[in-house]
C-alpha cells in the first residue's frame, strides 16, 4: 500500500525521558512535514523538509529534533519530555502542493 | 501573515438537511485544501481549489473558491450521519499549510 506510515501509534512515557517518533512514505513525494495537533484540535506546523534540507522550523523548543537520512524517511526525536508534550503527532508528505497525505497520527501522553 | 478562518467551529444538524462551512483566509494563497477529520483519526483530503471559480464535487460535499473575496466554501446536501466528523480547511503560504480551527460536524438522526 502507498501511504505514510508511523510508529509507533501510541506513546506513553514518564517526564524526562526521550522519545522517538518514525515516520516513512512511499509515495515518492519530495517534502515531508511533522505537525502537533493540541487538545483542541488545532494542527500547527514544527518542520519541513524538502528532499532532506529543513525548510521550514518553526518556534519549537530545542528539544525537538526532526532527521531526515533520506527523502523517504523523516523522524522526531523528542529530549527530557514535559507534560506539555503530550499531543498527537502527525507525519505528512506532499509533491508540489498538489494535496497533503497524513501518517495515522501518533499519541504521545507524558506523565 | 496568512490567516484562516473557518465558521461555524460547531455545528449539529438533522439528516436531510443542507448547510455550508465557510472558510475565510486572509492574504493570497495559491490554493485551498479542505480535509476531513474522524474522532481519534487522520486527515483525509477531500478538495484541493486552485484557481477563481474552482468547484468540485464528491458525493454530497461540493467545495468552491472565490479567491476574490477570499472565500472558499464547503456545502453539504442533504446531510447523511456518515459525514459527522471535523472538516478542515487550509490555505498555502511559504511552503506550508495554514490551517483553520475546524468545523465539528455532528449530524444527528
Known amino acids: 500500500d502507498t501511504a505514510v506510515s508511523q510508529t509507533p501509534k501510541y506513546l506513553v512515557t514518564q517526564m524526562g525521558n526521550d522519545k522517538s517518533i518514525k515516520c516513512e512514505q512511499n509515495?515518492?513525494?519530495?517534502?515531508m512535514y511533522w505537525y502537533k495537533q493540541d487538545s483542541k484540535k488545532f494542527l500547527k506546523i514544527m518542520f519541513s523538509?524538502?528532499?532532506?534540507?529543513?525548510?521550514i522550523n518553526e518556534t519549537v523548543p530545542n528539544r525537538f529534533s526532526p532527521k531526515s537520512p533520506d527523502k523517504a524517511h523523516l523522524n522526531l526525536h523528542i529530549n527530557s519530555l514535559e507534560l506539555g508534550d503530550s499531543a498527537v503527532y502527525f507525519c505528512?508528505?506532499?509533491?508540489?502542493?498538489?494535496?497533503?497525505?497524513f501518517g495515522s497520527g501518533t499519541r504521545l501522553t507524558v506523565v | 501573515e496568512l490567516k484562516v478562518e473557518q465558521n461555524p467551529l460547531f455545528l449539529s444538524m438533522q439528516e436531510g438537511k443542507n448547510y455550508t462551512i465557510y472558510c475565510n483566509y486572509s492574504t493570497t494563497s495559491d490554493r485551498l485544501y479542505w480535509y476531513r477529520q474522524d474522532p481519534g483519526k487522520s486527515l483525509e483530503s477531500l478538495f484541493v481549489l486552485l484557481s477563481n471559480g474552482a468547484v468540485k464535487q464528491e458525493g454530497r460535499l461540493m467545495a468552491s473558491l472565490d479567491t476574490k473575496a477570499r472565500l472558499s466554501t464547503l456545502h453539504i446536501t442533504a446531510a447523511v450521519h456518515d459525514l459527522s466528523a471535523t472538516y478542515f480547511c487550509?490555505?498555502?503560504?511559504?511552503?506550508?499549510?495554514?490551517w483553520g480551527a475546524g468545523t465539528k460536524l455532528i449530524i444527528k438522526p
Open positions: 487550509a490555505g498555502n503560504s511559504n511552503y506550508q499549510l495554514i
Open positions: 509515495l515518492g513525494h519530495d517534502t
Open positions: 523538509y524538502n528532499n532532506k534540507e529543513l525548510i
Open positions: 505528512a508528505s506532499s509533491q508540489g502542493g498538489a494535496g497533503y497525505t
